[in-house]
């Protein structure tokens, strides 16, 4: 299986900008995508194919990356975007990475 | 507006069983591979296994780790999902979403998300 990991959590003020990781243990081309959940809800979808965003979610969201190594960026972050956000790979059958919990200073 | 709304999650002893089901409405059913995915409380989601739309028979793909426990199918009449799960461990215990699947195409290939989910039905697996 391939292997998605993501750090656990992550820390920043309003107004910044921030970066969310996820590496996977063999190349996924640019089938990466990637969700949001806030606490009590279900999964969000923000970003398909890597770099594609989702009808409906805003600009201040976007990605990037290919191959092993792709990045979810928020700028600038607002207070409701405080939520775990997991990568999702479909290249070699359907896994989700561990999830990165975003808490605002 | 897409819905999907499952039912049919509760407590279950081990080596139980359980249907679960999704009402979906809001797209045409048909046209749509379907999937099911859990996520136990505090983890990451863990897809299940999909069932494919009319124009690809229908057919499943499930997780090796499911696969000869847990069932998917359809009723097109209907826009239900299902999923028979069966043999219950307490290490099925978990929130369990459908979620309509869709997919990027590029360099030749498909590369499949889950557009819309709904919001859960928690099953616990306990004596």
């Known amino acids: 299986d391939t292997v998605l990991t993501q750090s656990p959590a992550l820390a920043v003020s309003p107004g910044e900008r921030v970066t969310i990781s996820c590496r996977a243990s063999?190349?996924?081309?640019?089938?990466m995508h990637w969700y949001q959940q806030k606490p009590g809800q279900q999964p969000k979808l923000l970003i398909y194919?890597?770099?594609n965003l989702e009808s409906g979610v805003p600009a201040r969201f976007s990605g990037s990356g290919s191959g092993t190594d792709f990045t979810l960026t928020i700028d600038p972050v607002e207070a409701d975007d405080t939520a775990t956000y997991f990568c999702q790979q479909s290249w070699n059958d359907w896994t989700f990475g561990g999830g990165t919990k975003l808490e605002l200073k | 507006e897409v819905k999907l709304l499952e039912s049919g999650g509760g407590l279950v002893q081990p080596g139980g069983s359980l249907r679960l089901s999704c009402a979906a409405s809001g797209f045409t059913f048909t046209d749509f591979y379907m999937s099911w995915i859990r996520q136990p409380p505090g983890k990451a989601p863990e897809w299940l296994g999909v069932i494919r739309n009319k124009a690809n028979g229908y057919t499943t793909e499930y997780n090796p780790s499911v696969k000869g426990r847990f069932t998917i199918s359809r009723d097109n009449t209907q826009n239900i999902l299902y999923l028979q799960m069966n043999t219950l461990r307490a290490k099925d215990t978990a929130i369990y979403y459908c979620a309509r699947s869709w997919a990027y195409y590029s360099g030749d290939y498909y590369y499949w998300y889950f557009d819309f989910w709904g919001p859960g039905t928690m099953v616990t697996v306990s004596s």
């Open positions: 194919g890597a770099s």
């Open positions: 063999e190349s996924v081309s640019t089938g």
